[in-house]
């Protein structure tokens, strides 16, 4: 359990020494610190910035009321929540003016041990309240952001047959495609998958995401490319699983625009290509 962090104000060292003995008896207190005027207390709660505040309503030149009243647009203007106050007093007709500045709670002179571990619960759960009303605000604000996250994992992503079940892959992890009759055959690693599609509609369909067509029947997903090279039988491409694949002429210019440096056909090789 994280600390309490308390701050005590009273204008008697003998109520100040009291209030933080009981506290000492409650676990997961943590006493910030202690001030003896209303100014001390201004000081203190804007510097320590205190879970909880418990503050004396009688003080001279500057009461509890007017601690509360003074720090008002010092904590609007101020980052993270505002801490929640305690009134103390030894007079009880001070409990409905206390309540209606909006405190935690109201304490009676002397403090009882049972009656300030009710105001530490009490303070706990508003804390915890207001912590999740804060995530909750957040999430609110960010749904928009999250919704359009998901929209755009779903569309990197492809149903693809597996053992008469549907499976979800990334796109990202598909290394080529290739036509096969009515369908399209992706390979993803060592495995591949049937989906009923037709190469140009998969050639559409992944081109923003990198991936670029190398023959009539056959697309690639650019980032798993290792090689450009020329054989005998004309250009081709090796994939970095070591897959090796025809580059048709039409789409020569697509692959050379992956590589700058790639060379003309050499002449040599000139009359054995085969497209």
């Given at each position: 359990m994280?600390?309490?962090?308390?701050?005590?104000?009273?204008?008697?060292?003998?109520a100040?020494?009291?209030?933080?003995?009981?506290?000492?008896?409650?676990?997961?207190?943590?006493?910030?610190?202690?001030?003896?005027?209303?100014?001390?207390?201004?000081?203190?709660?804007?510097?320590?910035?205190?879970?909880?505040?418990?503050?004396?309503?009688?003080?001279?030149?500057?009461?509890g009321?007017?601690?509360?009243?003074?720090?008002?647009?010092?904590?609007?203007?101020?980052q993270?929540?505002?801490?929640?106050?305690c009134?103390?007093?030894?007079?009880?007709?001070?409990?409905?003016?206390?309540?209606?500045?909006?405190?935690?709670?109201?304490?009676?002179?002397?403090?009882?041990?049972?009656?300030?571990?009710?105001?530490?619960?009490?303070?706990?759960?508003?804390?915890?309240?207001?912590?999740?009303?804060?995530?909750?605000?957040?999430?609110?604000?960010?749904?928009?952001?999250?919704?359009?996250?998901?929209?755009?994992?779903?569309?990197?992503?492809?149903?693809?047959?597996?053992?008469?079940?549907?499976?979800?892959?990334?796109?990202?992890?598909?290394?080529?495609?290739?036509?096969?009759?009515?369908?399209?055959?992706?390979?993803?690693?060592?495995?591949?998958?049937?989906?009923?599609?037709?190469?140009?509609?998969?050639?559409?369909?992944?081109?923003?995401?990198?991936?670029?067509?190398?023959?009539?029947s056959?697309?690639?997903?650019?980032?798993?490319?290792?090689?450009?090279?020329?054989?005998?039988?004309?250009?081709?491409?090796?994939?970095?699983?070591?897959?090796?694949?025809?580059?048709?002429?039409?789409?020569?210019?697509?692959?050379?625009?992956?590589?700058?440096?790639?060379?003309?056909?050499?002449?040599?090789?000139?009359?054995?290509?085969?497209?």
């Amino acid at each position: 359990m994280a600390p309490l962090r308390v701050v005590i104000v009273d204008d008697e060292q003998i109520a100040l020494d009291r209030l933080s003995d009981l506290l000492g008896q409650i676990p997961s207190i943590e006493v910030l610190g202690t001030a003896k005027t209303g100014v001390e207390a201004l000081a203190q709660i804007s510097r320590m910035q205190p879970h909880l505040v418990f503050l004396d309503v009688e003080m001279p030149k500057m009461d509890g009321f007017d601690v509360v009243e003074a720090l008002a647009p010092r904590l609007a203007d101020r980052q993270g929540p505002a801490p929640l106050f305690c009134f103390v007093t030894a007079y009880p007709q001070f409990a409905t003016d206390a309540f209606e500045t909006g405190a935690l709670d109201f304490l009676c002179k002397p403090v009882r041990l049972s009656r300030l571990e009710r105001t530490i619960d009490r303070a706990r759960t508003a804390l915890s309240e207001r912590e999740a009303a804060r995530r909750l605000a957040q999430l609110s604000g960010q749904l928009e952001e999250l919704r359009n996250a998901r929209a755009a994992a779903q569309d990197r992503s492809l149903w693809l047959q597996h053992r008469g079940e549907a499976v979800r892959f990334a796109v990202a992890d598909v290394d080529w495609v290739e036509a096969d009759g009515e369908y399209v055959k992706v390979h993803i690693g060592d495995r591949s998958f049937l989906l009923r599609n037709s190469i140009r509609a998969m050639a559409e369909q992944l081109a923003s995401y990198g991936f670029v067509q190398i023959h009539r029947s056959a697309l690639i997903n650019q980032e798993r490319l290792q090689a450009v090279r020329w054989t005998r039988t004309g250009m081709k491409v090796l994939l970095d699983s070591g897959t090796e694949l025809p580059v048709g002429r039409k789409y020569r210019n697509a692959v050379r625009g992956l590589v700058h440096s790639i060379d003309d056909e050499p002449p040599s090789l000139a009359a054995g290509r085969v497209d």
